[in-house]
């Protein structure tokens, strides 16, 4: 598979995070697997959680304890990763942004220094020059990539969908303009680095001639690749009172309409990509797929400190299910602390913990979690979707 093909297989949630399922099973019984990413959400730099206040955050009831790791132990957690044999850290955000976070050059330079894989998942408002004078390194690993949500073509739409409070900021114009820096950035030096956009389809923001605009702006801006696709309905809300996460009748109707638009728009130079998961793969509306693995596969320190089972389980609402406390332990100590000679009993308790605290798959880990079911490796194991 040529990189250009697994870029599209990646952002078509086609990604191998689990090669052997049987070899798998016996790494997770022998305390011996090693995942195959790390997700570290960053604590933000001020008060406020995040920059904007998204109705269809995923992170939206989030709590807030006021926890944080100090940029010094950031960096010796993101060491121990890598020195555990860990080759890829995605920085991200489950109710905030990693570049709003004052030490998110001091982790990225780590990233690099240690050969480490990275991805950015972030909304791109801020870029510092430091930031950009990392990303031009000659350093950085194969695969890594940048990929910033945008969900508007205008910058009037922008504030709508995002609600911002002041409407008449020119936040699309700041993001649409940070990304241009950074691919100069990366062609000045030569290395050769996936740049997204990706583009929530919504009611505020279906029209052919807005999305023909941010496919033009951002493809101009140096984006390789941009996805279309469906907001999930975030934890504890209600469909009906969010106009930016559509029904499932909406989404067929936008679909329909906009599918041929999009394949038209796309080209070799930038990749042009409609994909519903949610409809492929019949996971619309549906809360979790157990047993669920992922806290062996992609664990997350979330902006707290605290390890956790995944992304979307990152904050203290899930403090239930979370599997240690960073400012106190190590990385691997934490990790490895699960109860391999019942792991039956394991799965059972922490199917019950998250029924309880209502934590929701993401799109990618619905289907990690229906390989293992199909897979049969934990066959003793209660298995399902759930919605």
Partial sequence: MSEKEALVARYKFGANYIVDFEEFRGQVLGKTVIPHQVEIQPGPAGKNICWLQCPHCYGGSADDTGERLSGERSVEILEEIAAGGVNKVIFAGYCTDPLNCAYIEDLLSVAIKRGLIFGFNTKSLRVSDRFLDLLSSSEIASGSYFSVS?????????????EVANKSSRIYDRVLKNVANISSALKMSGVYFDI???????????????????????SEAGCNLIRFTFPQLPRGKVAAELPTVPSAGECARYRYRLQPLIEELD??????????ADHEHDIFRKARTTPCVARFVYPTVGFDGW????????APNFRQMALGNLAERRF???FYDYDADHLEKYFAECERIMKEVNCRCDRKEHLVNTGIVNSGVFSGISQGTEK
């Fill in 150 to 162: 945008v969900d508007a073509g205008f910058n009037s739409s922008y504030n709508t969908v995002h």
């Fill in 196 to 218: 997204s956009a990706a583009y929530l389809v919504n009611g505020l923001n279906n029209t052919n001639d807005e999305i023909r605009k941010f496919v033009a702006d951002f």
């Fill in 267 to 276: 080209n070799e130079s930038c990749r042009v990509l409609f994909v519903d």
């Fill in 307 to 314: 390890l956790y089972h995944c992304s979307q389980s990152s």
């Fill in 332 to 334: 691997w100590d934490v």
